[in-house]
């Protein structure tokens, strides 16, 4: 029996803990925050010293039961959670909660750290245990008060300032400041065009490129040539002097340079090269990073693979560092080996230095081992994190930069540059990926020159270019900014993220975050109204005070009312914000219809440019310019003949009277397949197919609205044999086969197509009309056996419900009248109802 019972996070975490403890520990997982603020106005009540009320997390109650069940039985209960604030908190919480349901006793609870999940790191934590921390337990509290305090004030403002439903976070607003911003650059760039002259050179069976740099002497900087014919005139003049005397090498310069490698992977790091090198997104990196770090079944055991992934600190313990060296001294050579080992400082403010940078838990365990054995998510990952933590211990690796002058004997100058690697050290091991296509020189070698050579000129060409906006942010280089502007901290960069895609303000193109219009108006409505507090100094000062607080420098409660009191006087302010003001944006353009202002407004679809002046000036257009004339169909309307247009909806393209919105006749794109048979309900028109709005096929009466009689299957004229309606509908399926059906709900009478007239009358002997749909009895059920064994039946639901399913299919107003019929509006039967709703 287990006399000491553990809590972990999660359930991984606990097998592989489990397995290191022995029989005398049980080892039980919290799933997270066992309890959290009351869902509700007034769980943070500033009135009142910012007391916090907390209730129990429905969800996790049946572990928190299993957890009470096992402390029963225990002398002693270990608190295990994460390293972080967050896991000070759950163990805080865990205790709290098993006080106030007086279940813990006078049995002691103690708290151990280990930051990562190997034999000996859990044996040693278990060796020096301690308290809770509650300075990381008020730090989590403030930072959990602040985000309630300006989710449950400021989105309430959202909801009716700007759109139900929205919410607004502390951070996150921030970071879609952050984004919007860079998007109003990007809208705002003028593009700058320029060109530039490079020859296409050979020497010793080499090709090179050499650019020019320097024209009539002078060197030539980005918009010296800006226009073709200068750009052609020059490159003329070149070859004339190439011709009258060969290109020559007027000076080499060589420079012996060394490049460090980086840093092991901090949090933020190791999010950046997963974005580059793998594809991840911030997310995805820390889902799998925590697997690596709870721990893998990789055969001969279960092992958690990598130090924990939520760190700042770039530090490595002296062991580590040992065991690393020693790795490669023994597989890359003692030449790969610095004389001292290498040590890193974080340059981020408050960094976490306790912790150690991601590293794996034993060098010697290589992405080779583990091939085939781990998810092909979890070996990349651990790949990246293996190369990037054995290159930051080995030598620097040593280039040759060469940067080689030629002329003609005249006023230009072409310059080659490039470089060779003469030791690759780290880069034998790992690189660090750059953003945005930096280009790497090391990657361009040349060819040996010397000093008079005289390289063969294959050609010379000019290109165009055009300067280029900033980039959008993808999730490596907004991470990168958010850790340079001090928002957030390692464990919130990923949730940052999501929560804006969740929230739909931002969404990706091509791996790049754009704001959606819908963000861009929240983004500038808190911006406008609301400036300081997405400011990012202010929010990089909040994670400053929080930091001080954890460091036992502050107490959390003053740093709480210094933010509030301001904070709650501007929302007072700010409730007088007119809703009109909130989400719109005034233009330097006049409408014109009236000539009045024109602003920018967000609508059910996004944002769109409307008169100030509505209604009494309707005028509208799209965003990106005023919408072109409809293009014309070249036949009037038949209702009041006007010409007929093309417009575009919701669906797609269809044809509508320009006389909109006084008439209102619109038709398809292409007209509807006849399926030759006349309406068996007026006798007048003829049954063509058509589709509704989600793709499924039905016909109905080509006068509609006139006759709004529809069914769903193929009609055949011919007539019922039970009762006489003049048409059938053809049904396929791979039990019934094909057969014929009535469509009328009260008849329902069906036999196969290959029936003989014979066949059709015995089926007609023994046939049972269905009864309504819901008011089947129970000799009814039983005495559909009997019916099924005559022949498969195709039953029709009652007329109520015959004329509900179809209005929920009808793409246009002639086939959602079309199925309202109620008489003889026919269905399929119960079960394939059912799907035609649910589609």
Same mark, same amino acid.
């Given at each position: 029996?287990?006399? *000491?019972?553990?809590?972990?996070?999660?359930?991984?975490?606990?097998?592989?803990?489990?397995?290191?403890?022995?029989?005398?520990?049980?080892?039980?997982?919290?799933?997270?925050?066992?309890?959290?603020?009351?869902?509700?106005?007034?769980?943070?009540? !500033?009135?009142?010293?910012?007391?916090?009320?907390?209730?129990?997390?429905?969800?996790?109650?049946?572990?928190v039961?299993?957890?009470?069940?096992?402390?029963?039985?225990? %002398?002693?209960?270990?608190?295990?959670?994460?390293? %972080?604030?967050?896991?000070?908190?759950?163990?805080?919480?865990?205790?709290?909660?098993?006080?106030?349901?007086?279940?813990?006793?006078?049995?002691?609870a103690?708290?151990?750290?280990?930051?990562?999940?190997?034999?000996?790191?859990?044996?040693? $934590?278990?060796?020096?245990?301690?308290?809770?921390?509650?300075?990381?337990?008020?730090?989590?509290? $403030?930072?959990?008060?602040?985000?309630?305090?300006?989710?449950?004030?400021?989105?309430?403002?959202?909801?009716?300032?700007?759109?139900?439903? =929205?919410?607004?976070?502390?951070? *996150?607003?921030?970071?879609?400041?952050?984004?919007?911003?860079?998007?109003?650059?990007?809208?705002?760039?003028?593009?700058?065009?320029?060109?530039?002259?490079?020859?296409?050179?050979?020497?010793?069976?080499? =090709?090179?490129?050499?650019?020019?740099?320097?024209?009539?002497?002078?060197?030539?900087?980005?918009?010296?040539?800006?226009?073709?014919?200068?750009?052609?005139?020059?490159?003329?003049? &070149?070859?004339?002097?190439i011709?009258?005397?060969?290109?020559?090498?007027?000076?080499?310069?060589?420079?012996?340079?060394?490049?460090?490698?980086?840093?092991p992977?901090?949090?933020?790091?190791?999010? *950046?090269?997963?974005?580059?090198?793998?594809?991840?997104? $911030?997310?995805?990196?820390?889902?799998?990073?925590?697997?690596?770090?709870?721990?893998?079944n990789?055969?001969?055991?279960?092992?958690?693979?990598?130090?924990?992934?939520?760190?700042?600190?770039?530090?490595?313990?002296?062991?580590?560092?040992? %065991?690393?060296?020693?790795?490669?001294?023994?597989?890359?050579?003692?030449?790969?080996?610095?004389?001292?080992?290498?040590?890193y400082?974080?340059?981020?403010?408050?960094?976490?230095?306790?912790?150690?940078?991601?590293?794996?838990?034993?060098?010697?365990?290589?992405?080779? &081992?583990?091939?085939?054995i781990?998810?092909?998510?979890?070996?990349?990952l651990?790949?990246?994190?293996w190369?990037?933590?054995?290159?930051?211990?080995?030598?620097?690796?040593?280039?040759?930069?060469?940067?080689v002058?030629?002329?003609?004997?005249?006023?230009?100058?072409?310059?080659?540059n490039?470089?060779?690697?003469?030791?690759?050290?780290?880069?034998?091991?790992?690189?660090?990926?750059?953003?945005?296509?930096?280009?790497?020189? +090391?990657?361009?070698?040349?060819?040996?020159?010397?000093?008079?050579?005289?390289?063969?000129?294959?050609?010379?060409?000019?290109?165009?270019?055009?300067?280029?906006?900033?980039?959008?942010?993808?999730?490596?280089?907004?991470?990168?900014?958010?850790?340079?502007?001090?928002?957030?901290?390692?464990?919130?960069?990923?949730?940052?993220?999501?929560?804006?895609?969740?929230?739909?303000?931002?969404?990706?193109?091509?791996?790049?975050?754009?704001?959606?219009?819908?963000?861009?108006?929240?983004?500038?409505?808190?911006?406008?109204?609301?400036?300081?507090?997405?400011?990012?100094?202010?929010?990089a000062?909040?994670? %400053?005070?929080?930091?001080?607080?954890?460091?036992?420098?502050?107490?959390?409660?003053?740093?709480?009312?210094?933010?509030?009191?301001?904070?709650?006087?501007? =929302?007072?302010?700010?409730?007088n914000?007119?809703?009109?003001?909130?989400?719109?944006?005034?233009?330097?353009?006049?409408?014109?219809?009236?000539?009045?202002?024109?602003?920018?407004?967000?609508?059910?679809?996004?944002?769109?440019?409307?008169?100030?002046?509505? !209604?009494?000036?309707?005028?509208?257009?799209?965003?990106?310019?005023?919408?072109?004339?409809?293009?014309?169909?070249?036949?009037?309307?038949?209702?009041?003949?006007?010409?007929?247009?093309?417009k575009?909806?919701?669906?797609?393209?269809?044809?509508?009277? +320009?006389?909109?919105?006084?008439?209102?006749?619109?038709?398809?794109?292409?007209?509807?397949?006849? +399926?030759?048979?006349?309406?068996?309900?007026?006798?007048?028109?003829?049954?063509?197919?058509?589709?509704?709005?989600?793709?499924?096929?039905?016909?109905?009466?080509?006068?509609?609205?006139?006759?709004?009689?529809?069914?769903w299957?193929?009609?055949?004229?011919?007539?019922c044999?039970?009762?006489?309606?003049?048409?059938?509908?053809?049904?396929?399926?791979?039990? =019934?086969?094909e057969?014929?059906?009535?469509?009328?709900?009260?008849?329902?009478?069906?036999?196969?197509?290959?029936?003989?007239?014979?066949?059709?009358?015995?089926?007609?002997?023994?046939?049972?009309?269905?009864?309504?749909?819901?008011?089947?009895?129970?000799?009814?059920?039983?005495?559909?056996?009997?019916?099924?064994?005559?022949?498969?039946?195709?039953?029709?639901?009652?007329?109520?419900?015959?004329?509900?399913?179809?209005?929920?299919?009808?793409?246009?107003? $002639?086939?959602?009248?079309?199925?309202?019929?109620?008489?003889?509006? !026919?269905?399929?039967?119960?079960?394939?109802?059912?799907?035609?709703?649910?589609?």
């Amino acid at each position: 029996m287990a006399h *000491q019972l553990v809590i972990v996070e999660s359930p991984a975490k606990a097998k592989t803990i489990q397995k290191y403890l022995g029989d005398d520990f049980e080892v039980l997982a919290s799933y997270g925050h066992v309890r959290d603020l009351r869902p509700k106005e007034g769980a943070v009540d !500033p009135e009142h010293d910012f007391a916090m009320r907390y209730e129990a997390i429905e969800r996790n109650e049946r572990h928190v039961d299993a957890i009470i069940k096992a402390l029963r039985k225990a %002398d002693k209960l270990w608190l295990a959670t994460d390293p %972080d604030r967050e896991g000070e908190a759950i163990s805080w919480h865990l205790v709290e909660l098993l006080r106030e349901r007086q279940q813990l006793g006078g049995k002691p609870a103690q708290r151990v750290v280990f930051h990562e999940i190997t034999k000996k790191a859990v044996q040693e $934590a278990i060796a020096n245990p301690r308290e809770i921390a509650m300075d990381l337990v008020n730090a989590q509290q $403030a930072r959990r008060a602040l985000d309630y305090l300006v989710g449950f004030n400021l989105s309430p403002l959202l909801w009716r300032k700007v759109r139900p439903g =929205l919410s607004a976070g502390r951070v *996150q607003s921030a970071a879609l400041r952050l984004i919007c911003e860079r998007e109003d650059e990007i809208e705002a760039f003028v593009s700058q065009e320029y060109w530039t002259i490079a020859a296409r050179l050979q020497h010793q069976d080499s =090709l090179f490129a050499g650019r020019l740099t320097h024209w009539q002497h002078q060197k030539l900087e980005q918009f010296d040539i800006t226009h073709e014919d200068q750009a052609e005139s020059m490159r003329q003049e &070149m070859e004339t002097d190439i011709l009258r005397q060969p290109l020559q090498v007027r000076e080499v310069e060589r420079k012996n340079r060394q490049r460090q490698p980086a840093a092991p992977f901090t949090t933020s790091t190791l999010q *950046q090269e997963a974005s580059r090198k793998l594809g991840f997104n $911030a997310s995805r990196t820390m889902r799998v990073a925590q697997q690596l770090y709870e721990g893998i079944n990789i055969g001969s055991e279960t092992v958690g693979l990598i130090s924990y992934m939520r760190t700042d600190a770039v530090n490595l313990s002296e062991e580590a560092i040992a %065991d690393i060296r020693g790795f490669i001294g023994s597989h890359y050579g003692d030449e790969f080996v610095p004389e001292s080992p290498r040590r890193y400082k974080t340059k981020t403010k408050n960094a976490q230095e306790a912790h150690e940078a991601v590293r794996p838990t034993d060098i010697t365990r290589t992405p080779d &081992m583990l091939q085939g054995i781990l998810d092909k998510d979890l070996w990349r990952l651990y790949d990246l994190i293996w190369k990037r933590s054995v290159a930051c211990q080995m030598s620097a690796a040593r280039l040759d930069m060469v940067a080689v002058d030629m002329d003609a004997g005249t006023h230009w100058t072409l310059r080659a540059n490039g470089s060779t690697v003469t030791f690759p050290g780290f880069m034998a091991v790992y690189q660090e990926g750059k953003d945005d296509g930096d280009e790497d020189e +090391s990657q361009r070698i040349l060819p040996p020159l010397q000093k008079g050579d005289q390289p063969q000129v294959q050609g010379i060409d000019t290109e165009q270019h055009f300067t280029e906006p900033p980039p959008r942010y993808s999730d490596a280089t907004l991470v990168k900014t958010l850790e340079a502007h001090g928002i957030g901290r390692p464990s919130t960069y990923a949730s940052i993220i999501q929560t804006l895609q969740n929230r739909e303000y931002v969404e990706t193109e091509q791996r790049r975050f754009r704001p959606t219009d819908l963000g861009r108006v929240v983004g500038r409505f808190l911006a406008n109204h609301f400036e300081r507090y997405v400011d990012y100094n202010f929010t990089a000062g909040m994670e %400053d005070e929080l930091d001080a607080i954890s460091r036992g420098e502050k107490q959390w409660q003053p740093v709480l009312n210094e933010f509030w009191g301001p904070f709650r006087d501007l =929302l007072d302010e700010k409730a007088n914000v007119s809703r009109a003001e909130a989400t719109s944006e005034a233009l330097d353009e006049a409408c014109p219809q009236c000539g009045k202002p024109l602003f920018l407004k967000l609508g059910r679809h996004g944002r769109f440019v409307a008169c100030s002046g509505y !209604p009494d000036c309707n005028y509208t257009r799209p965003v990106d310019g005023p919408r072109e004339a409809p293009e014309p169909v070249g036949r009037d309307c038949p209702e009041c003949g006007k010409p007929l247009v093309y417009k575009t909806g919701r669906y797609g393209r269809f044809i509508s009277c +320009s006389g909109y919105p006084e008439c209102k006749h619109i038709e398809p794109l292409t007209q509807p397949k006849s +399926s030759g048979v006349t309406c068996p309900q007026c006798g007048e028109g003829e049954l063509v197919e058509k589709r509704s709005r989600y793709g499924k096929v039905f016909y109905s009466c080509n006068t509609y609205p006139k006759c709004t009689y529809a069914v769903w299957g193929p009609p055949v004229a011919k007539a019922c044999p039970r009762c006489a309606w003049p048409i059938m509908i053809e049904k396929r399926g791979k039990r =019934l086969g094909e057969q014929l059906a009535c469509p009328r709900a009260e008849c329902g009478f069906h036999f196969q197509v290959s029936a003989s007239e014979a066949e059709i009358a015995a089926l007609l002997e023994g046939y049972t009309p269905p009864p309504p749909r819901g008011k089947r009895s129970t000799s009814a059920k039983k005495a559909a056996p009997a019916r099924k064994a005559t022949g498969k039946a195709v039953a029709s639901p009652g007329k109520k419900a015959a004329a509900k399913k179809p209005t929920a299919q009808k793409p246009t107003k $002639a086939s959602a009248s079309a199925e309202k019929n109620a008489t003889v509006n !026919p269905a399929p039967r119960q079960r394939t109802n059912k799907k035609v709703a649910s589609s």
